[in-house]
């Protein structure tokens, strides 16, 4: 039994930050990655950032990169996704998942890598 709820969704000025949380149920984190994707209005779901199962490897797309940074709590319960400098280019709808096969030492990239998603959180940056 597996369940990801985001928060910390909402509107944001261009130049600020906002932190998205990711809480988990099941202990999925505890042997499987964690990533963030995305999706822009009329837009396909990306991948923002990766973290590993054990926390040795991530991932960021280059658009991201130096601004945002994933990370979890001690006990693997909570992912975060920390994003400052925001852009209007990163409104979008934010989703959490669990990567489907656990123990992996190299990042899945795609939505089909994944098998456990929350239901999203909106960020919406303005200028």
């Known amino acids: 039994q597996v369940q990801l709820v985001e928060s910390g969704g909402g509107p944001a000025q261009a130049g600020g930050s906002r932190r998205l949380s990711c809480d988990a149920s099941g202990h999925i984190f505890a042997n499987n990655a964690a990533a963030w994707f995305r999706q822009a209005p009329g837009k396909e779901r990306e991948i923002v950032a990766y973290?590993?199962?054990?926390?040795?490897?991530?991932y960021y797309t280059d658009v991201v990169k130096g601004r945002f940074t994933i990370s979890t709590d001690n006990r693997r319960n909570t992912v975060y996704l920390q994003m400052n400098s925001l852009k209007p280019e990163d409104t979008a709808v934010y989703y959490c998942?669990?990567?489907?096969?656990?123990?992996?030492?190299?990042?899945?990239?795609?939505?089909?890598?994944?098998?456990?998603w929350g239901q999203g959180t909106q960020v919406i940056v303005s200028t």
């Open positions: 998942a669990a990567e489907r096969v656990p123990f992996q030492t190299t990042p899945g990239l795609s939505t089909s890598d994944y098998n456990y």
């Open positions: 973290s590993s199962w054990n926390g040795m490897r991530t």
